[in-house]
């Protein structure tokens, strides 16, 4: 029940109409336009960073709302397409709008942190999302803070179940976000404090010690 007061309460910044079709979605997808449920939630998405961080929950309901209702995957099928579509544009999406950009990114590892098939994740999402974070890991991504630390929150929030998909890339991605910690010129020392703790974070089982939370929490806070 708080989950579905969450979403609720997380629709409010849509017009009265819009929210009607969502709250309908919701308990009884079968009586509304599905691929239309899908593509407002995901260009709502990208141009809200608060909404970005929670779609996932939303869309986790839908389907099971879906799935109980009539056994099929309308929703899902239309949110995965429309997830790869803006993949393919990834590149000219973070030219046009570093904004736009992150919030795909935290929608993309959102849904990959909700919508598990036989209690794991989506294996259709895991080579996209591991892209999405190698691109942040770039040079010119690592210059930004913005988007290091959208690179640190999805880590924290799925790195453990990522690693679970795909040890190899995963230590591949940490040899770059290392080598970018300890070579790079030009990060900023918020953006050096953020790779530290999370080359520590994945160090200690993607967990840090009391020690270090109070550490990087000053740090963060100072």
Known sequence: MENSNKEEYKIQSFDAETQQLLKTALKEPGA???????????????????????????????????????????????????LQQEFTNREETRSRSLQEWVCYVTFICNVFDYLKVNNMPMMALVHPVYDCLFRLGQADSL???????????????IGDQLEKMDVQRMDDLFFMLRDGFLLQEGL??????????????????????????????SELTD
Do not use: M, P
């Not at 939303?58 to 099929?72: D, H, M």
């Not at 404090?193 to 990087?216: C, H, M, N, P, V």
């Open 188 to 217: 900023s020392s918020l953006a050096r404090l953020l790779l530290l703790e999370i080359l520590e974070f994945r160090a200690g089982g993607w967990r840090l010690s009391d020690t270090g939370q109070k550490y990087y929490y």
């Open 143 to 157: 210059r930004n803070e913005e988007e290091v630390d959208c690179l640190v929150l999805q880590l924290h929030r």
């Open 32 to 82: 509304v336009d599905l691929e239309k449920v899908a593509a407002v939630i995901v260009d709502q998405s990208l141009k809200d960073q608060v909404f970005s961080k929670e779609a996932g929950r939303i869309c986790f309901t839908i389907v099971q709302a879906e799935t109980k209702q009539s056994g099929s995957n309308v929703f899902r099928r239309s949110l995965l397409n429309r």
